[in-house]
């Protein structure tokens, strides 16, 4: 069976789904991988048609050049940046970790760790400016018309991008990386001792009573041991000082 020999070192950098201390990629991992480089690379390519499309669509037909539509041309903005960035650095990561290129694919994983990040919080900014923008149209209609334009929703749009670029996620990634190497070095050792830890209570409870039970049957024992080496001694005594007694009434 063949395995992909993995540099140790390099994998504590890699996704958080990656045991940090493996040395060799299952058949199971393995398996994960070739799937989500097959998903990608099929959706992938509907992903950028569509959104070009939609942005096309909006641009050309002025029917269709509403404001609401301009919002939602906005967020395919988004869904496209998945297309051709996102998409496309993840099936090289995922590509890089099966061939064993494990420096190279630390290195392109953190790009492409941040570059997702950033684009989710793109995508929600964008989902929130399109929400109020139908908020605006249902709520205030008659001052949506004066207020909300289509050069306000594409400003809108450019300082959502500009929010999440200017985001830090270094940081975040940072403390994801350190909390997953908090829970990928537990030995089996540290995991019993968690488990003890959780579970402890009960069980020495258990035990305690166990050999509180165990310590009452051995006193037990041990009364009526010594119980029975005392009528064992008195009737030695008695014994001893019958004959004794006898011999001293036939004297007499």
């Known amino acids: 069976m063949n395995h992909t ?18 040395t060799r990629i299952s058949p199971e991992l393995r398996a994960v991988f070739i799937f989500r480089i097959a998903v990608n690379a099929l959706t992938c390519p509907l992903i950028i048609l569509l959104n070009i499309l939609v942005l096309v669509a909006v641009k050309t037909k002025r029917q269709l050049r509403t404001k609401s539509n301009v919002a939602l041309a906005c967020l395919a903005t ?6 051709l960035v996102v998409q496309p650095l993840h099936i090289t990561s995922y590509t890089l970790i099966l061939k064993g290129e494990a420096e190279m694919y630390c290195s392109l994983s953190h790009i492409s760790m941040v570059i997702t990040v950033k684009y989710v919080i793109a995508s929600l900014n964008h989902l929130m400016l399109t929400s109020a923008e139908r908020y605006f149209a249902i709520k205030h209609t008659f001052a949506y018309e004066d207020q909300v334009t289509e050069v306000r929703i594409i400003i809108a749009s ?16 940072m403390s994801k990386k ?22 402890g209570t009960r069980q020495v409870g258990v035990i305690a009573t166990a050999e509180q039970g165990q310590s009452g049957r051995a006193s037990r024992e ?11 001694n008195e ?4 014994a001893r000082i019958q004959p004794q007694e006898e011999y001293e009434e036939t004297t007499l």
């Open 5 to 22: 020999t993995v540099n140790t070192t390099s994998l504590s950098c890699g996704l958080a789904f990656l045991p940090v201390h493996s």
């Open 78 to 83: 988004t869904d496209l940046v998945v297309g």
């Open 158 to 173: 450019g300082l959502a991008w500009a929010v999440a670029i200017i985001f830090p996620v270094e940081d975040i990634i």
């Open 178 to 199: 350190q909390l997953v190497a908090l829970l990928s070095r537990k030995t089996i050792t540290q995991a019993e001792e968690l488990e003890r830890k959780i579970f």
């Open 222 to 232: 041990e009364n009526v041991q010594q119980g029975n080496e005392t009528l064992n």
């Open 235 to 238: 009737h030695e005594t008695a």
